[in-house]
């Protein structure tokens, strides 16, 4: 017989479990059985729970994304003005947080997954329009109708630098990686193109 109150606990800790097992394996050739018993539990209750490897990949990146949306709007609260808010955005995107090694892993993992699976493609989607409708508010008051591109310039930079840093493993590109993303948005707020 199930407890009652227990699922919410165990998805947690599945999910948890799910990107602890990624970064210590470095990619998506995880069981569920070594996912449930790094969580403590069967591999019956976590396909009970989720279904498949994939649906707890699924889950695990949702909250990976669910506490990146959290950083950056709790950046957000804190800037005053558009060039503030864009400067937050920016330096979300490269947080401690963000650079956990099971972190970064469940994110390389979840760029190869988007490209074979339709679920995490739309999950991908998701992340990536939301990054670039934040940009884009806080864009088009201060540079118009170039906003469009600019964001999506931003964007495509937030994430390559992050992959960048994902894959060098080096700690001290992390700020570095800020830099050149600010430096880009201070171009583009400049209005010069090169």
């Known amino acids: ?8 606990i165990r998805r947690a800790a599945l999910v948890k479990a799910t990107i602890d097992e990624i970064g210590a394996v470095g990619n998506l050739d995880v069981t569920v059985s070594n996912i449930a ?19 707890i990949f699924l889950a695990a990146m949702r909250h990976t ?26 330096r979300a995107g ?19 997954l988007a490209q074979t699976s ?4 739309a999950l991908l989607r ?11 508010h806080d864009l088009r008051p201060l540079i118009g109708d170039r906003a469009e591109g600019a964001a999506t310039r931003i964007a495509a930079l937030i994430d390559g630098l992050y992959l960048r840093q994902g894959l060098s493993r080096m700690t001290s590109e992390q700020s570095d ?9 201070h171009i583009e707020l400049a209005g010069r193109t090169q």
């Open 1 to 8: 017989m199930p407890k009652l109150g227990m699922e919410p």
């Open 37 to 55: 018993k790094r969580a403590g539990m069967s591999s019956a209750l976590a396909h009970h729970y989720f279904g498949g490897k994939e649906q």
């Open 65 to 90: 994304l669910s506490d990146y949306r959290h950083e950056v709007c709790s950046a957000l609260r804190q800037a005053k003005g558009h060039k503030e808010r864009l400067e937050a955005i920016v």
């Open 94 to 112: 490269f947080t401690a947080n963000n650079f956990q090694p099971e972190v970064i892993a469940a994110w390389l993992n979840f760029y190869v």
């Open 118 to 121: 339709a679920n995490a493609h």
């Open 126 to 136: 998701i992340y990536q329009r939301r990054l670039h409708s934040n940009l884009l």
């Open 177 to 185: 990686a800020t830099r050149q993303a600010l430096a880009l948005l």
